[in-house]
Nanobody
Framework: QVQLVESGGGLVQAGGSLRLSCAAS????????MGWFRQAPGKEREFVAG????????RYADSVKGRFTILRNAARNMAYLQMNSVKPEDTAKYYC????????????????????WGQGTQVTVSS
């Protein structure tokens, strides 16, 4: 059974930075595409960033492009989301997810493509 646990959320001022971590256990996720999603109160869960299992392909939502970076460390079974120049509209609960059985360079942006989800970590950006 795969388990994902996010950490690193908290309260940050607008313009600041935050680094979210996602620790996987149960099996290696070296061959899973990884993604970060977020959900604000009253809104649907939305794609933020994704990385292929090969690590050579990434995709970002337009709203975070140039500010956020998704990373993975296969040896540590970890994924990360580096958040820079955060804005109040980035306030949400952030979830990491894993999508197995995909070609090496594929990044998926839809929630239905991901089989495993963490419980989320809250990020609040103050203005």
């Amino acid at each position: 059974q795969v388990q994902l646990v996010e950490s690193g959320g908290g309260l940050v001022q607008a313009g600041g930075s935050l680094r979210l971590s996602c620790a996987a256990s149960g099996r290696t996720l070296s061959w899973d595409a990884m993604g970060w999603f977020r959900q604000a109160p009253g809104k649907e869960r939305e794609f933020v960033a994704g990385i292929s299992w090969s690590g050579d392909n990434t995709r970002y939502a337009d709203s975070v492009k140039g500010r956020f970076t998704i990373l993975r460390n296969a040896a540590r079974n970890m994924a990360y989301l580096q958040m820079n120049s955060v804005k109040p509209e980035d306030t949400a609960k952030y979830y990491c997810a894993a999508a197995p059985r995909l070609p090496s360079s594929v990044v998926v942006v839809t929630t239905t493509a991901y089989d495993y989800w963490g419980q989320g970590t809250q990020v609040t950006v103050s203005s």
